[in-house]
């Protein structure tokens, strides 16, 4: 089983729609949990972290959290086509050990 | 200063050269980590050092060394590389538990 899956891509939304992207993990004892944006050829872009179980929101972003059930996702509202990028879960556990999902190719269409 | 900053942006190395990545950061993280990232694929991880000590090697080949000469600063030795290790190199930091910040990482090529 991997450490951090994700749902497989490409998604594809139209602009001002919610995009929905989901993130699950097998370790129980991850502490931190992170969304990254990659655009092709340029390095992770952190967007979110979150810590504890709920949702926390930054803009037109909101994360959410459910230890319980391993889970983490990532709302986009208002999908704009610059949106379109590859999308990371990384969860990071005791001993600095960070581990990516596969990713998330997301395209917002105009 | 919130950045990571990695040296050379581009490396075309041939497989019997020997060069060195650079990284550095400022911003008093005490974890630093080595990516590879090959195209289409996640950030696979290589090495982490965590307050100046390494702290994790995923079992990487020993053509590629990792040296942290003090907190701020992280290199990646090469030597003896093969083709397949052609691929974006990612420098990261972070403290404990909190955010890692990636630099804009270096391309290399193994000819």
């Known amino acids: 089983q991997k450490e951090v899956e994700q749902n497989s891509g490409p998604l594809s939304v139209p602009e001002g729609a919610i995009a929905s992207l989901n993130c699950t993990y097998s370790?129980?004892?991850?502490?931190?949990f992170f969304w990254y944006r990659q655009y092709s050829g340029k390095s992770p872009e952190l967007i979110m972290s979150?810590?504890?179980?709920g949702d926390k929101e930054d803009g037109r972003f909101t994360a959410q959290l459910n230890k319980a059930s391993q889970y983490v996702s990532l709302l986009i509202r208002d999908s704009q086509p610059s949106d379109s990028a590859t999308y990371l879960c990384?969860?990071?556990?005791?001993?600095?050990?960070?581990?990516f999902g596969p990713g998330t190719r997301l395209s917002v269409l105009p | 200063d919130t950045e990571v900053t990695q040296t050379p942006k581009h490396l075309v190395m041939g497989m019997t050269n020997k060069k060195s990545l650079k990284c550095e950061q400022h911003?008093?993280?005490?974890?630093m980590y080595w990516y590879k990232q090959k195209a289409k694929k996640p950030p696979e991880l290589m090495f982490v050092y965590s307050y100046e000590k390494l702290s994790i090697n995923e079992s990487v080949p020993s053509r590629f060394s990792p040296e942290c000469p003090n907190s701020s600063l992280l290199n990646l030795h090469l030597h003896a590389l093969q083709p397949e290790d052609s691929a974006l190199y990612l420098c990261?930091?972070?403290?404990?538990?909190?955010?890692?910040?990636f630099g804009p990482g270096t391309r290399l090529t193994v000819t």
């Open positions: 990384a969860v990071k556990n005791y001993g600095q050990n960070f581990v």
């Open positions: 990261a930091s972070s403290h404990d538990r909190g955010e890692v910040h």
């Open positions: 979150i810590y504890s179980n």
């Open positions: 911003m008093g993280h005490r974890a």
């Open positions: 370790d129980r004892v991850s502490q931190s």
